[in-house]
């Protein structure tokens, strides 16, 4: 049974910085493509972050020279290192495989970026 478990979020000032985890389980993790997702109050789940096997990566724009995604493969972990943070930041974050039914939806990490 494939799971993701996510951590790292809090509370924290506009302009601070947070790293999320993600770890997986029940799955061969090295070979997939991984994603970090938000879902902000009232809003549709948006992706945020991917990161493929090999290490390529892509962002969303509003997040593009301030969130930077990594993985450990010895770790079978995801992370989302998140700098310059700004209110509109504020969700829960989650992880997953990106455009798959491998896992389900994890509970997610709330960050709430507020002065």
């Known amino acids: 049974q494939v799971q993701f478990v996510e951590s790292g979020g809090g509370l924290v000032q506009p302009g601070g910085s947070l790293r999320l985890s993600c770890a997986a389980s029940?799955?061969?993790?090295?070979?997939?493509?991984m994603a970090w997702y938000r879902q902000a109050p009232g809003k549709q789940r948006e992706l945020v972050a991917i990161?493929?096997?090999?290490?390529?990566?892509n962002y969303a724009d509003s997040v593009k020279g301030r969130f930077t995604i990594s993985r450990d493969n010895a770790k079978n972990t995801v992370y989302l290192q998140m700098n310059s943070l700004k209110v509109e930041d504020t969700a829960v974050y989650y992880c997953?495989?990106?455009?798959?039914?491998?896992?389900?939806w994890g509970q997610g990490t709330q960050v709430t970026v507020s002065p």
């Open positions: 997953k495989i990106p455009n798959s039914s491998l896992g389900s």
């Open positions: 990161i493929t096997s090999g290490g390529s990566t």
């Open positions: 029940g799955m061969i993790f090295s070979i997939y493509t």
